[in-house]
């Protein structure tokens, strides 16, 4: 379906419940807080709902008191429509999604708007404008702005603009198009400030938070000749850490992908709440398709970034996942 079919939906409803996923990073928050200021540009209400906290860095972001975090039986205003972006699956709002009823339960639920970019996206809405070829989320919200005729301020433009910055890796990743500089150049016009959110993102790494990625970075192990990649953070190292503020993950997938010659780097992580369950992230170069690797483990996301979380204990999951990455590999490689 079409921007025309979000954009309709849009002008008929008033009144939106705006979500996205767990584990939030700038695309995430920057889509549903640009969403929330183009329905309030249109006189709409809105509320956003979140499983999980601001992450750290994103303090820059406007609009943050409309953001409520979820919790069980928690009271929400109503709403006519659900929107979620940046989602592949409702699931991945975590629980937020039960705020309009179970999908098949008793309850009537709402109208979901479903918005993003996720090729893995399992068209999940009543609407669904699902575009592979945007390099974000708020690329796509940034077209609802001009299909509906709402001028972008410096509020919406710093949304927009986090969004973009870190779903194309500071405008480096095979996703960053020129339409993509096109929309950050509108964006920096309005005046986001470039150099103090790279700052704020990327550059404001607490020193314990730094010592704690040194200990992470001689995990990392070399396959196939330096093709693959992969890390592990295990619970026992996150827990003497304490409070993380960084995306330690990124971090490491980052600094593996800078390998010469490496096709697909892969972090598995141990969660430290839920018992014996890992997430796996897979990153690509472009030749090897990780959507393909994390859909066969119940997960997704796109060609060049994907993940996956799975039940059972880190090593047998490890054993299984890099076994699927090499014959990926020895397939182009043969
Ligand atoms: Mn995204």
Redesign the pocket.
């Known amino acids: 379906m079409s921007i025309e079919k979000a954009v309709s939906c849009i002008k008929k409803y008033r009144r939106f419940l705006i979500s996205s996923h767990t584990n939030m990073?700038g695309?995430?928050l920057g889509?549903e807080l640009a969403f929330y200021f183009l329905v309030k540009k249109l006189g709409k209400q809105a509320v956003i709902v979140n499983e999980d906290p601001v992450p750290y860095g994103y303090e820059f972001l406007p609009g943050q008191n409309a953001i409520r975090r979820y919790r069980h039986g928690m009271k929400v205003p109503a709403f006519d429509c659900f929107v979620a972006v940046?989602c592949s699956d409702e699931r991945r709002t975590g629980e937020v999604y039960r705020l309009n009823g179970e999908p098949g339960g008793a309850s009537v639920r709402k109208p979901i708007l479903n918005i993003?970019?996720?090729i893995s996206n399992g068209f999940f809405g009543t609407v669904n404008w699902v575009d592979p070829q945007a390099s974000?989320?708020?690329e796509m919200v940034y077209e609802l702005y001009k299909r509906l005729g709402v001028a972008l301020d410096k509020k919406a433009a710093l949304a927009l603009y986090a969004?973009i910055v870190?779903?194309t890796g500071s405008f480096r990743y095979t996703n960053t198009t020129a339409h993509t500089h096109a929309v950050a150049s509108e964006l920096i016009a309005c005046g986001v400030p470039v150099a103090a959110i790279y700052r704020s993102i990327y550059a404001s790494i607490p020193l314990e938070d730094l010592r704690l990625l040194l200990r992470v970075l001689p995990t990392m192990k070399v396959e196939l000749g330096g093709k693959v990649v992969w890390f592990q953070l295990r619970k026992e190292l996150l827990k003497k850490a304490g409070v993380v503020t960084i995306d330690l993950g990124e971090s490491v997938l980052n600094f593996g992908r800078s390998l010469k010659d490496v096709e697909v780097v892969i972090l598995f992580k141990e969660n430290l709440t839920r018992q014996n369950e890992v997430r796996v992230n897979f990153r690509s170069q472009g030749a090897i398709d990780v959507n393909q690797i994390a859909r066969a483990f119940g997960g997704g996301g796109h060609k060049t970034a994907s993940g996956c979380t799975v039940k059972g204990a880190l090593d047998a999951l490890r054993r299984r996942v890099l076994q699927k990455v090499r014959q990926a590999v020895y397939a182009r490689h043969p």
């Open positions: 990073e695309d995430a889509s940046d993003d970019h996720h974000c989320a708020c969004g870190t779903d």
